[in-house]
């Protein structure tokens, strides 16, 4: 397994794990919803960054999308990963885990402080990775539909 940039050449896998990670989440997502994320990935006046774990064969496996976010209270800036997704035949490999330290060894090199995420309460399998490889927090997350 090895850990890329989100390249053109992986646009396809990245449709599929992508579709599958809203599919996960029941969030309807449509293709163009998809072409828009894709852009952002690739524009570099975005702040949103990917990242895909390939298999021997150069095959997407899994993905993950980050991002900075600035910490006022402590002056700093951290990354932010907003979505993981892994292919369900490939889990409990470790792509997660590579997918993560992989986010964590640019935030080193960006300077971040702190590398942070959510995950649903009910997403068991994930959280069981979460908890080897990172510290739950004992904040709760708010939303104010717009």
Excluded at 28 to 48: C, F, G, I, K, Y
Excluded at 84 to 93: H, I, T, W
């Amino acid at each position: 397994m090895n850990v890329v940039p989100l390249e053109p050449r992986h646009r396809a896998d990245w449709d599929r794990l992508y579709a599958g990670y809203a599919e996960f989440y029941g969030v309807a997502q449509t293709p163009e919803m998809r072409d828009r994320v894709w852009s952002w990935l690739h524009d570099p006046a975005h702040e949103s960054r990917g990242l895909v774990a390939e298999d021997e064969a150069g095959r997407a496996i899994g993905l993950a999308h980050f991002r900075p976010f600035a910490r006022p209270l402590s002056a700093t800036t951290g990354g932010y990963l907003d979505d993981l997704f892994v292919d369900p035949q490939m889990r409990g490999k470790r792509v997660a885990d590579a997918l993560i330290a992989a986010i964590a060894e640019e935030g080193r090199r960006r300077g971040w402080s702190v590398i942070r995420w959510i995950t649903a309460e009910d997403n068991h399998r994930a959280r069981a990775t979460y908890d080897r490889v990172a510290k739950l927090t004992p904040w709760r997350t708010y939303d104010i539909p717009l």
